[in-house]
C-alpha cells in the first residue's frame, strides 16, 4: 500500500497569519517592546477538518496535535493523541480542534490513514476548502507553529577587549540567536552593533539589553555584525552566535565587465537572503516588520532571484490579514493598491490560480474597503486613518493626489485581470476606464507637460514620483508619454528622488525608456560607494556627502539607519530585466537584453521550471534556454527560442553605436 | 491631592472576549476536549491607550502589565513594569500594549497618573473610544485575563464506600474546582455526576477523567453533586471541593401561600445562580456554552432576580463577537434576532446609552448581515450554514418560515429603536411596516383564524410556537389577535409544547393574555415534579411519566441530560412579571398584579435603583416602593406611586370572584 507523504495541515493561511503575528511583535528599540503600528490578524481559536476515506483494511492510527480538541468518526468521540482503532470500512471523520496559543494543527500517520491536502478545512463559516500542510512538517514531533529556519555556526573574525568587556566582530551584517553562556549572579549587558560604533554606543544602539540570572542564556535572533559584552564579569562570558536563515537557492546570477559589479550583485543577494525569513522584511534590524510597498519591490526582486513562490506568497497572506479592514495595509493607501497590484504580477509570472482562490476573498474584501473610501469621482481621498504616503520627498499632498490615482487605476485593472482568472465577471475594467477619463482631464497639465500632483490646490506641482508611475504602469502613450519623459523624468530642474525606495521605480523607468546607461551609472555611484565605505549588506539609504559615522544616523538617532534593507536589492532586478532583458510573459518569458555601457555580461535568469542564460560579448549576445516559450526580441523582430539550442543575436545597440 | 480608584483598564469589549473565548472551549465530554461549535472570536492582540494629564508636581509611575509593550512620554521611550520619573508639567502619554497570550490590558496607581476610564483607547484603528476597566481589577497584582470568581469550601454530606474507591455526595447540584491530593504513582479515576447513577457508571458519565502523575492536584472547576473517585489506591485520596460562584445579590424574593412554591423559587434562583458566570450559561455540565435563545430568557430573569445589568451586558459582548459576520449567532436565524431583540429590552429596562455606545457598531453589522441574506420579499430564508430553529418541536420549516418573520420583525423594531437612541436616522420601521405587511397577506390562514407556518408547503401547518410569538410581540391585535388565542394558543387540537425551552415563552403568553392560572398550575405540577423527584436544581428538562434514571437521559446517552439549566428558571420571571405585576417602562416601572389561584403572595422586585414590595392577602394589594416613576394599574385606572408611601388596592379579580 502506498501513501502520499503524511504532513501536518492547517486551515488555509492560518500558518502565515500566526508566523506574521509574532513577528510583527519582535521589534525592539532601546530595551522595549515595540508594537507593531497597525492591526495585526490573529489565527482563529479552532477549525475542524473533515475527510471521507475507505480503510481496506483495520488499523490503528492516531491524531497529533499540540493544540486541543477531538475526533468525530464512527458516531462517537474520539480523543486526540490517542491511538484510534479501526475495522475496514468507509469512514468520514471529523476533526475538530482549538489551539488558544497558536493555531489548529495536526497530523496523522498511518496505514489506514494520512493528514495531506486532500483533506478539507473550515473555520466554523460553513465554506469547506482544501487544508493547507507543508512538507517541512511531516513528522509528528515537529511544530507547524515554529517556523523551520535552518541555522549555521558564525565563527567572530575578531574578539576585542574593550572597555567593561569585549567586542565580536562577526565580519559581516548577519542575523540569528546568539547564546550568552555566563556565570551566575553576573549581570552582563549586550549591545548589538549593525556598525562597531552602534556596538560601542551603549547609549545609543537600537538593540541591546541587559541579562541576570533570570534570562534564559539563548538570546533571541537579532540583526548585527558586532556585539560588545559589557559587565564587570564579561570575561567569563562565552558567546556562541549563530545564523538562522531559509535555505532557498539563487537562481539567477550575473556577472559583467564593470568594476565592483559583481560585488554589487553579491551584495544586493546577501541582503536580500537576510531579508528573506518567515516574509520579507523591511530590514532586519528594523522595523521587521512586513510593509506592502519594501514587499511589492521585494516581490519583483525574489522573482529573478529565487523564482521561488513561497515567501511571496507568504508576505502577501500576511500582508492581507483578514476582514473587515478598518484601514488600509500598512495604514497607507497606496500601499493596498500596491498589495493587489503585486498579486496581479505575481499571478501573471507565475500562473498560480491555486494560490489566488485561498487570497481572492479577502482581495475583494480589501478592494471593497478602497472603493468604500473613493470620493464621488471615484479617486482616492485621505479619510480618518489614512496614510497618503507617495515617498518621504516633497509631494503636493492636497487631495485628490495623482500618484494615489494611478495606483489605484492600476488597482482596478489587477483586479480585472484576477477576476478574468477567477471566472469572475468584470466589474473593475469600467471604474478603471472612467479614473483614467478623470485623471486625464484633471491631472493633466499642458503647459507644464506632465501630470501635477493636485489639480485643487493651485500649486501645479510636477514630480518625478508621479510621472514616474504614468510611465510605469502605462498611463499614457504616445506623444503624452514622451512629453512626461522630456518634462518630468529627464528634466533636471525637478527635484530629484532622494530615497532609495522610489529610487527603484526612477531605475525601472529610466530602464524602461531605454536609459540603461543611467540606471548603470547610478549603481556603480550608489552601490559601488556603500561597497567602498565597507557595507556588508546593503543600507536603507547612502549619501555619498556623509563620513564616518554619519552614515548611521537617521529618525533622528544615531545608529537609526538600518544597515540591511530589501528594498537595496534593486540591482538585482534592474541586471536580470533590464540588461539581459528578461521579462515572464502569460506561459512563457521574452529576452530583449540591453548591454547599455557594459562590454561584456554573462547572465542567468530564472524562467519557468528553467533558465535562460544570456551572455553578451563582442556586440554578440548569446542565448540559451532550458524552458519553453520564450522569444528573443531585438527591437525589431521577435525570435522563438527552442529548449536547448544556442543562439546568437548581434546587438543593434552594437550596430548603432559602430555605425 | 485627591485621585479617583485606580483600575486596570482594556480595550471595551476585549475582556468579554477573552473570557468567552476560554468558556467557549473548557467543554468537556468523555473525556475529551470539545470545541465549540461555532466561531469564537479573540481579542485583538494589540492596543493603544492615551491620556493627556497634567503633573501639578514631579512623580514617579509604572505602568504595570502582564503583556508587552512600550510607553511613549515626552519624545521618548519608556519600559513598561519600571519606575518612569517626571517633573511638573503637561503631558500626553501613549501606552502601546500587546499580548499574545490574553488580551492588552494595564495599571497605574501613583500620585501623578491613574489608570481608569477617562483614558481611551484604540484597536489600531484610528477611531479611539473610552476605556473599558473594572472595580474588581484594582490593585497590581490582579490579573484582567484571570476571572474574579468567588469560592466557598464545600462539605460533602456523605462519603460512600464503593467497588474500588469512594463516592462523595455533596448535597446538591454545585460548579467547581477540586483538589485531589493522592500519593505518588497512584493512578486514579474521577467520575463527576449530577445524580448518583452518573457517578457510579463510570462508562457513561459525561465528565470524567483518569489521573497520573503528571496532572496538576487542582482540577479544573466542572459541574457535579457526586463525586467517585476510584482506583487502588483510592482510599489514600483526599478530595477537597469548593463552589466557584460569583457574588450576586437576589434583589427579588416571592412568596405564596401555594405548597411548594417557596421551594420553587428556591430552587429556581439556585439553578439561575449557577448558570450565572462569566456570562449566562445554558447550563452548567452540557454545553457550558453561551446560546443567544438561552441568554434572552436569562436577561429577563435577571432583571427580576437581581436587577444587575454586568452578566446580561457581558453575555450580549460575547454573543456579539466580532464582525465579519458569517454566519448566524449560534448559527441560528432566530438567535441573531433574538440578541437584537435582548439588547433592545435590557436598553429599555436600564437605559445604559453608554454599553449601548459600545456594541452598536457591531450590532448595525450584525444586522447589515441578516439584511443580507434575506430574500426579495424581505424574508429571511435558510442560506448556506443556516440553522433555523425555533424549537425542537415539529414546525413546517419550508422557506419562508413564519416564526423567523415575526422575530425579524420584531429585530427591525428593535433596531429602530435602538437607532433612535443613538440619535440616528430611522432606516428600520420602514422594513418593518413591509414585512409586517407581507406577513400578514402571506402567512395569515382566514379558515384556521391563525397563522400558518409556512404558505409555500401547502401544509397549512398551525403551530403554537409561531403563534405564541405573534402575540408576545404584539404582532396582532383586537379581533385577530382573540383569534389567535382561540385557536392557537387555547387550541387543545395543537400538538403542545413540549421543550422547557419554548415552555417558558407560552408561559409568557399565557400570563400575557390573562390566564395566570394556567402558568401557576403548570409551575406547580412541573417545577413542583422535579422537586418531588428531589431535583436540587432545575433540569434541562422533565417528564412526569418517567421514572428512576430515565430522567438522566438525552440526546442517546444515559447522562446526557443537563439537570441545572438556567431556562429551568423563568417562575422567578412569571411571578415578579405576572403575579406580583411588575414591569419596567420607560423611566419607571408599572404594577398590574393577578394573584391567579394564589391566596397571598409576598413579592419583592427591583426597580430603577430601589424596589417594590407587592403584598396580596384577603384580596388587597399592599405596594409600597422605594424608587420613583411607578403606576399602580387595576385593569381600568392608574395611580401613581410615591416613594415611601404604603398603598392598598383591592383586587378586580378578587372583587370578580365575589361578585
Request: some cysteine; charged content about 25%.
Amino acid at each position: 500500500m502506498s501513501l502520499k507523504q503524511a504532513k501536518w495541515i492547517w486551515y488555509p493561511g492560518e500558518f502565515e497569519i500566526y508566523h506574521h503575528l509574532l513577528l510583527s511583535f519582535r521589534r525592539q528599540e532601546f530595551g522595549c517592546d515595540y508594537p507593531c503600528a497597525w492591526h495585526v490578524s490573529r489565527p482563529e481559536a479552532s477549525a475542524r477538518f473533515f475527510k471521507a476515506f475507505a480503510a481496506r483494511q483495520g488499523g490503528v492510527f492516531t491524531v497529533v496535535t499540540h493544540g486541543q480538541g477531538m475526533v468525530r468518526l464512527g458516531g462517537r468521540l474520539h480523543r486526540v493523541n490517542e491511538p484510534i482503532a479501526i475495522e475496514a470500512g468507509d469512514y468520514e471523520i471529523a476533526v475538530e480542534l482549538f489551539d488558544l496559543n497558536a493555531f489548529p494543527s495536526f497530523f496523522i500517520d498511518s496505514d489506514v490513514l494520512i493528514t495531506d491536502e486532500s483533506w478539507s478545512a473550515e473555520a466554523y463559516d460553513a465554506v469547506r476548502v482544501p487544508a493547507a500542510g507543508s512538507p517541512a512538517f511531516c513528522s509528528p514531533a515537529d511544530d507547524p507553529a515554529v517556523f523551520p529556519f535552518c541555522y549555521r555556526d558564525l565563527t567572530p573574525v575578531s574578539i576585542e577587549p574593550i572597555e567593561g568587556g569585549a567586542l565580536y566582530d562577526f565580519g559581516r551584517e548577519t542575523f540569528g540567536p546568539v547564546r550568552v553562556t555566563r556565570p551566575a549572579g553576573a549581570a552582563i549587558r549586550l549591545i548589538y552593533g549593525e556598525s562597531r560604533e552602534e556596538a560601542l554606543d551603549a547609549e545609543h544602539a537600537i538593540l541591546r539589553e541587559t541579562l541576570t540570572d533570570r534570562d534564559p542564556s539563548d538570546r533571541p535572533a537579532r540583526a548585527f555584525r558586532y556585539l560588545a559584552v559589557l559587565g564587570e564579569r564579561a570575561n567569563d562570558v562565552t558567546v556562541e552566535a549563530r545564523e538562522e536563515y531559509l535555505p532557498i537557492e539563487d537562481k539567477a546570477s550575473f556577472s559583467a565587465d564593470e568594476p565592483l559589479l559583481n560585488n554589487v550583485w553579491a551584495l544586493c543577494a546577501r541582503t536580500f537572503h537576510l531579508n528573506t525569513r518567515e516574509f520579507f522584511l523591511d530590514g532586519v534590524k528594523r522595523d521587521r516588520w512586513v510593509w506592502s510597498g519594501d514587499a511589492y519591490q521585494s516581490f519583483m526582486i525574489a522573482r529573478y532571484l529565487y523564482n521561488d513562490p513561497s515567501v511571496t506568497e507568504r508576505t502577501i497572506i500576511a500582508l492581507l490579514g483578514k476582514p473587515p479592514y478598518k484601514r488600509h495595509i500598512n495604514t497607507i493607501n497606496d500601499y493596498s493598491a500596491y498589495l493587489i497590484i503585486g498579486l496581479w504580477e505575481h499571478i501573471e509570472a507565475t500562473g498560480r490560480l491555486n494560490f489566488l482562490r485561498t487570497v481572492w476573498p479577502n482581495v475583494k474584501a480589501l478592494y471593497a474597503f478602497i472603493l468604500n473610501r473613493l470620493d464621488e469621482r471615484g479617486y482616492a481621498v485621505r479619510r480618518e486613518g489614512d496614510w497618503i504616503f507617495v515617498d518621504w520627498g516633497e509631494l503636493d499632498k492636497t487631495d485628490p493626489v495623482c500618484f494615489e490615482q494611478i495606483v489605484l487605476w492600476q488597482a482596478h485593472r489587477a483586479m480585472a485581470a484576477l477576476a478574468e482568472r477567477m471566472g469572475e465577471a468584470d466589474e473593475y475594467t469600467a471604474k478603471a476606464d472612467a479614473l483614467k477619463e478623470n485623471i486625464l482631464s484633471d491631472f493633466w497639465d499642458e503647459e507644464k507637460g506632465a501630470f501635477v500632483d493636485s489639480f485643487t490646490s493651485g500649486r501645479r506641482f510636477v514630480t518625478r514620483q508621479t510621472n514616474i508611475f504614468a510611465v510605469l504602469y502605462g498611463l499614457v502613450g504616445g506623444e503624452q508619454k514622451q512629453s512626461v519623459i522630456e518634462n518630468a523624468l529627464l528634466n533636471p530642474a525637478l527635484p530629484p528622488i532622494t530615497t532609495p525606495y522610489f529610487k527603484l521605480y526612477e531605475l525601472l523607468a529610466l530602464c524602461e525608456i531605454g536609459a540603461i546607461d543611467a540606471a548603470q551609472d547610478f549603481i556603480a555611484a550608489y552601490w559601488g560607494g556603500m561597497l567602498q565605505e565597507g557595507a556588508t549588506s546593503v543600507w536603507e539609504a547612502y549619501d555619498p556627502q556623509q563620513t564616518g559615522a554619519e552614515h548611521f544616523a537617521m529618525y533622528g538617532s544615531p545608529y537609526g539607519k538600518s544597515l540591511c534593507h530589501a528594498w537595496g536589492s534593486g540591482p538585482i532586478l534592474l541586471l536580470c530585466r533590464y540588461v539581459a532583458g528578461v521579462s515572464l510573459t502569460r506561459g512563457g518569458f521574452r529576452v530583449a537584453p540591453n548591454p547599455g555601457h557594459y562590454r561584456s555580461f554573462d547572465a542567468t535568469v530564472p524562467v519557468g521550471n528553467g533558465e535562460v542564460s544570456v551572455k553578451y560579448e563582442n556586440g554578440v549576445f548569446t542565448v540559451h534556454t532550458t524552458a519553453p516559450g520564450g522569444v528573443f526580441f531585438d527591437g525589431k523582430t521577435e525570435t522563438a527560442l527552442e529548449v536547448g539550442k544556442n543562439y546568437r543575436f548581434r546587438s543593434k545597440f552594437v550596430e548603432l553605436t559602430l555605425e
